[in-house]
C-alpha cells in the first residue's frame, strides 16, 4: 500500500508533484489557467489511476509507475519520454510523441491515437489494445504484441527484435528495415510491405496489398494468404509457402515460392542474377 494518497485534486501548475515518490493519485485533473508541464516529472513507485490529463509532458523521467484508467486529451503533448517500468492500462491516450526513449513499459486494454508513438524504446509489451499513429514504434527494441489491433503508416521502421501474435496491422509501409520480426496468425494489410527487412518470418498470416516483400532478406512465409499481392517478392531472398493463389511475382532473388496458384510470374528486366525456384501448384498436378 502506498504511503500516501492524493484524490480528487486539480492541478495546474509547473510540476506539480515532482518527484513524487511511494504514492497514489486517485481522481485528479491535471489542466488550468496557469498551464503547468512536467506534472509528475521524476515521480518514483507512483500509481495513477481515474485521472485526466490536458498539460503537457506529465511522466517524463518517471520510473516503476501504473497509469491505469485515465486520459489524456490532444494537449497531453509528449506525455511519456525517458520513462522505466510503466504500465498503462485501460487508459485513452490522444496526445502526440506519447513514449519516447522509454525502457520496459506494458499497455493493456488501452485506445491509443498518438502519431509518432514509442519511438527509440526498448522492451514494449502491447497487449488487447488498439492504436493509430504515424512511424510507430519506429527504432524501437525488443518488443511484443498480441491483439493488437492498429491503423496508421509507417509502422515498424528499424525495429528489431519483435514479435506479434493474433493481431490487424492496417499500415502502409510496415517493417521497412526492420530485424528480427515474427508475426503469427494476424491479418497485415497496407502497401510495399517490409521491404529492406532481415529475418522476417510471418506464420499463417492473411497479406493484403501491393509489391509486398521486396528487397527483403531471410524472409519465410509459412501457410500464409494472400490478397492483393501483385509484383511480389522482387530481389528477396525467401522461402515461402503460400496457401491459395498470389497475383503475381516479380523477379524474386534466392530461394523457393510455392502457391496453389500464381496470376502471373514476371521474370524480366531483373539488375541481379535470380535463382528462385517458383512452383504454382495448379501447373504441376
Known amino acids: 500500500m502506498k504511503n500516501k494518497c492524493i484524490k480528487e485534486q486539480v492541478f495546474d501548475e509547473e510540476r506539480a508533484l515532482y518527484h513524487l515518490t511511494d504514492a497514489r493519485v486517485e481522481n485528479c485533473t491535471f489542466a488550468g489557467p496557469r498551464d503547468g508541464e512536467s506534472a509528475l516529472k521524476e515521480a518514483r513507485d507512483i500509481e495513477v489511476r481515474g485521472c485526466s490529463f490536458s498539460l503537457r509532458y506529465p511522466f517524463w523521467h518517471t520510473k516503476r509507475f501504473v497509469l491505469a484508467e485515465s486520459k ?76 493488437l489491433k492498429m491503423k496508421g503508416k509507417y509502422s515498424f521502421q528499424y525495429i528489431e527484435n519483435l514479435e506479434i501474435r493474433d493481431s490487424y496491422l492496417d499500415t502502409k509501409d510496415a517493417f521497412w528495415h526492420a530485424k528480427n520480426v515474427t508475426v503469427y496468425d494476424s491479418v497485415l494489410k497496407g502497401e510495399y510491405l517490409g521491404w529492406y527487412s532481415e529475418n522476417l518470418t510471418l506464420v499463417r498470416c492473411q497479406i493484403e496489398g501491393t509489391q509486398a516483400l521486396c528487397y527483403c532478406k531471410n524472409l519465410k512465409l509459412v501457410d500464409c494468404t494472400t ?59
Open 72 to 147: 489524456m486529451d490532444e494537449l497531453t503533448r509528449a506525455p511519456i519520454w525517458y520513462a522505466e517500468d510503466g504500465v498503462i492500462d485501460s487508459c485513452e491516450i490522444n496526445g502526440i510523441k506519447c513514449l519516447r526513449e522509454c525502457d520496459r513499459m506494458a499497455i493493456r486494454n488501452s485506445f491509443v491515437k498518438s502519431p509518432e508513438f514509442g519511438w527509440r524504446c526498448r522492451g514494449v509489451r502491447i497487449e488487447n489494445s488498439r492504436m493509430e499513429s504515424e512511424y510507430f514504434l519506429f527504432e524501437c527494441r525488443d518488443v511484443s504484441a498480441v491483439g
Open 227 to 285: 490478397k492483393g499481392c501483385d509484383l511480389s517478392f522482387e530481389y528477396s531472398d525467401v522461402e515461402a509457402d503460400i496457401i491459395g493463389s498470389i497475383d503475381s511475382v516479380k523477379n524474386p532473388h534466392t530461394g523457393y515460392i510455392i502457391a496453389d496458384e500464381i496470376g502471373e510470374i514476371v521474370l524480366e528486366d531483373s539488375v541481379m542474377e535470380t535463382t528462385c525456384v517458383i512452383t504454382d501448384r495448379s501447373k504441376n498436378v
